[in-house]
């Protein structure tokens, strides 16, 4: 029973360059969320999806971030132009229903470098 | 100005000992909290929650309380095993969720 799966796992490039995460969520679930992790913030929810749509994309910090939802199997977070700052664990998650009270399955991440 | 507070950074316990994580938050909103447990270079999986109407939830080892007067949440592991070494996030939702910076646990042998 494959889980969340993410890719690349490690992504280092320079900054200024365009970045692009990879998300494929559990079968069947219907929610998809967005994360981003650092030391400083902790794990922060960046955007979540319900059956492709976003719901909220409050947590997205400026517009150089997008995320896409093209269908049921897959999502990507991109970052245009890319700073240092960005560094950070991205995680995706999915959950079967269509409400953010139910327990998420989380991928295992990305580790983004930007220098 | 965070919501949820997970003022322990770390915290060591003897093997077969009981370990006790807290959660503090600030919104009295908040009607679900739920923790995850997090390894090195993995994501975090859920472990369990409690709804707002509840004081106690058990699953097995693992146990959480809620007072809500106090808004403060904590989950007692016993007795702790050397696999529940990892990093614990509380997690708290009204219609967003928000987690604490989470606190590394280490059982001793």
């Known amino acids: 029973d494959a889980g969340v799966i993410q890719s690349p796992r490690h992504e280092v490039t320079e900054m200024g360059q365009e970045v692009t995460l990879r998300c494929k969520p559990i079968?069947?679930?219907?929610?998809l969320f967005w994360y981003r992790q650092t030391m400083m913030r902790g794990l922060e929810l960046l955007i979540y999806?319900?059956?492709?749509?976003?719901?909220?994309d409050s947590g997205m910090p400026e517009d150089r971030f997008s995320a896409k939802m093209p269908n049921a199997s897959f999502s990507t977070l991109k970052i245009q132009p890319s700073e240092p700052r960005d560094s950070a664990v991205y995680f995706c998650a999915s959950n079967p229903g269509t409400v953010v009270n139910q327990p998420q399955h989380f991928g295992d991440g990305t580790r983004l470098s930007i220098l | 100005d965070q919501q949820v507070k997970q003022n322990s950074p770390s915290l060591s316990v003897q093997e077969g000992r009981i370990s006790i994580l807290n959660c503090d938050y600030t919104n009295s909103m908040f009607d679900y909290f739920l923790w995850y447990k997090k390894y090195p270079a993995e994501g975090p999986t859920f472990l369990i929650s409690i709804s707002s109407i509840k004081d106690k939830n058990e699953d097995g080892r693992f146990t959480v309380f809620l007072n809500k007067s106090a808004k403060h949440l904590s989950l007692h592991i016993v007795p702790s095993q050397p696999g529940d070494s990892a990093v614990y996030f509380c997690?708290?939702?009204?219609?967003?969720?928000?987690f604490g910076k989470g606190t590394r646990l280490h059982i001793l042998p």
């Open positions: 999806f319900n059956n492709n749509v976003p719901i909220d």
């Open positions: 079968s069947g679930h219907n929610s």
């Open positions: 997690a708290a939702l009204d219609d967003k969720i928000i």
